[in-house]
């Protein structure tokens, strides 16, 4: 069975090669947790804080042998505050890193991110952004297998499949938009769209041909979430995300929730579940420490892919470091809502 698990991937490699290069971008199943790639618009958006740091950890099919492994970090936080009239900007940085295949394709992606934000009276925000990134991806030829490498028995024989070069490099541009309401200090909706590979770069290992441009066709992303405080033991946190890049998609949808163990919020349990339609069930785990956050996603398939996988389809763990600009801004707002002490 492993075998046949192994020649399956390894043919799926070749595939998504001779393909045109229209593949999914890096993707985690926390989106929340994941603001300057979801869209730029959310840099220096921090409802509770000034500036926060994050890393965030994916692997993916573990149980298969190529798994795929996604890492990233990131900062970002707000300047100019009180010195503009009802506004500030946002200034960021976003580093994304995966490793996957029998091919060890590694995609490599840093980004400065800027965004304005402006109030529109005293209970809503829009927020405008964009990134501009350096990409670069590298895959290890000897790792490959090709189709007509196959002998009725192994992959021994010879190749007519020729990568021209086994690295490619280029810039990217992301843009986007955000509309947040707060009502009431118990209530908070948020919402936002975003348009990536802006530039449509051009990315290949192979030479061009008539029949393929090899084009990085724009990513549309949109989300929507909110923030809900019914009392003070209970914060409940739920959230839709979709996503289109020519012929692939995704959806996410699902909810979790913070509890209040230490009565001041200061120590807070975070519990909640998301789903992919037809694809995967994601529960969530997570605890907050003052300013400190961790949570942990487990992606249960519930595809065919299960069939191959076992059921095990990713792991996915984040840490939030969430500060303020203690000394320069004492009175700062929080526009969401949260525990009091």
């Excluded at 971008?25 to 929340?32: E, G, I, N, P, V």
């Excluded at 990513?219 to 209970?234: S, T």
Aim: net charge neutral; glycine share 8%; hydrophobic share 40%.
């Amino acid at each position: 069975m492993r075998r046949k698990i192994y020649i399956y991937l390894l043919i799926c490699s070749s595939i998504l090669l001779n393909e045109q290069l229209h593949a999914q971008d890096l993707h985690f199943s926390q989106f929340f947790n994941t603001p300057l790639s979801t869209n730029p618009a959310n840099t220096g958006f921090l409802p509770t804080s000034d500036y926060r740091l994050g890393a965030h950890y994916r692997e993916q099919w573990a149980s298969i042998p190529v798994p795929y492994k996604t890492m990233s970090i990131y900062g970002d936080f707000q300047v100019l505050q009180n010195l503009i009239p009802s506004g500030w900007f946002g200034l960021g940085g976003l580093i994304l890193q995966d490793v996957a295949g029998s091919g060890n394709l590694r995609s490599t992606k840093a980004y400065a991110s800027v965004a304005y934000h402006q109030m529109l009276g005293n209970t809503s925000l829009l927020s405008a952004g964009f990134n501009l990134g350096f990409a670069s991806k590298r895959i290890n030829t000897s790792n490959l297998r090709f189709g007509d490498m196959w002998d009725g028995k192994f992959f021994n024989g010879p190749t007519s499949e020729i990568l021209v070069n086994n690295s490619v490099n280029y810039l990217d541009i992301q843009t986007g938009l955000n509309y947040a309401l707060f009502p009431s200090e118990n209530i908070y909706f948020h919402l936002g769209a975003s348009v990536h590979h802006l530039n449509k770069p051009v990315e290949s290992f192979f030479s061009a041909t008539p029949n393929n441009d090899n084009i990085v066709k724009p990513r549309f992303i949109y989300f929507a979430d909110a923030v809900i405080k019914p009392n003070e033991q209970v914060i409940i946190s739920p959230g839709v995300y979709y996503t289109h890049q020519y012929k692939a998609s995704e959806f996410v949808a699902g909810m979790h929730l913070n509890y209040n163990v230490s009565g001041n919020g200061q120590q807070q349990l975070i519990l909640g579940a998301y789903m992919r339609p037809g694809d995967a069930v994601i529960p969530m785990v997570g605890y907050q420490w003052g300013n400190f956050r961790f949570s942990f996603t487990y992606d249960a398939t519930t595809s065919s892919l299960k069939n191959f996988n076992n059921g095990m389809g990713a792991t996915e763990m984040y840490m939030q470091y969430n500060g303020l600009y203690t000394l320069m801004y004492a009175d700062r707002q929080s526009f969401c809502p949260v525990f009091k002490n």
